[in-house]
């Protein structure tokens, strides 16, 4: 069975912190894998996409790394802001899903002034 | 552009009624997925459609649950004879489908159904 773990479930830092959330998934076997973040009663914010066939991408502060054959990407978010609280979902794209995403239950981030 | 839209944002349903959830994707994309997601946890796929076909419904959690996509465009989702465990966040998300596996997918904000 395909399954996604995010660690760690929740976390709280000061602002100024640079974080890291971890992803792992159970099948290498994947086209891409994609960030989002979620927050409270709002749908789903693509952050981050990288090609099975990258080692990382970048946007602005954040920055995701990908390594296919242990099955673990990392978030990455420099200099937290408090407008960076929301929940963070990693979601691999499995090979052979007609493109469905297999999401973990998510980080739940607050960067407290 | 115009992205993802859904309808109702909110709905109560007493036990037993029957339900629909509408989604208008991003004008063009071809694919179009149905999420289901319950308090504190990740989206769970639960069918998806290219153009009007419906490939994979093998999310759906049972046979009270139905999608149709009649036209390739907006997509209504039933639950018939809804249940408590129903309730949950019903996410739509819709992607242009150039390339298998390349695709970002874009999330409507969601339907957020309570079964009293």
């Known amino acids: 069975k395909q399954e996604v773990t995010q660690i760690p479930a929740a976390l709280s830092v000061p602002e100024g912190e640079n974080l890291v959330l971890n992803c792992s998934f159970t099948d290498s076997a994947i086209y891409n894998l994609q960030w989002f973040r979620q927050d409270p009663g709002k749908g789903l914010t693509s952050l981050l996409l990288i090609q099975s066939s990258q080692r990382e991408q970048t946007s602005g502060r954040l920055n995701a790394s990908l390594d296919k054959s242990s099955g673990r990407s990392t978030l990455y978010i420099a200099a937290s802001q408090p407008g960076d609280s929301a929940t963070y979902l990693c979601?691999?794209?499995?090979?052979?899903?007609?493109?469905?995403?297999?999401f973990g239950a998510g980080t739940r981030l607050a960067v407290h002034p | 552009g115009a992205g993802v839209s859904q309808s109702p944002r909110y709905k109560v349903a007493k036990r037993g009624q029957d339900v629909a959830l509408r989604c208008d994707p991003i004008s063009g994309h071809v694919s179009l997925f149905w999420y289901q997601q319950a308090l504190g946890q990740g989206p769970e796929f639960l069918t998806y459609f290219q153009n009007e076909a419906q490939l994979d419904k093998s999310g759906l959690p049972s046979d009270r649950f139905f999608a149709e996509r009649p036209e390739g465009s907006v997509s209504t989702l039933k639950i018939q004879r809804t249940q408590q465990e129903d309730s949950a966040v019903y996410l739509c998300?819709?992607?242009?489908?150039?390339?298998?596996?390349?695709?970002?997918?874009?999330f409507g904000p969601g339907t957020r159904l309570t079964v009293l």
């Open positions: 979601a691999p794209h499995f090979s052979g899903g007609y493109n469905k995403l297999i």
């Open positions: 998300a819709s992607s242009p489908h150039r390339t298998e596996g390349t695709d970002t997918q874009y």
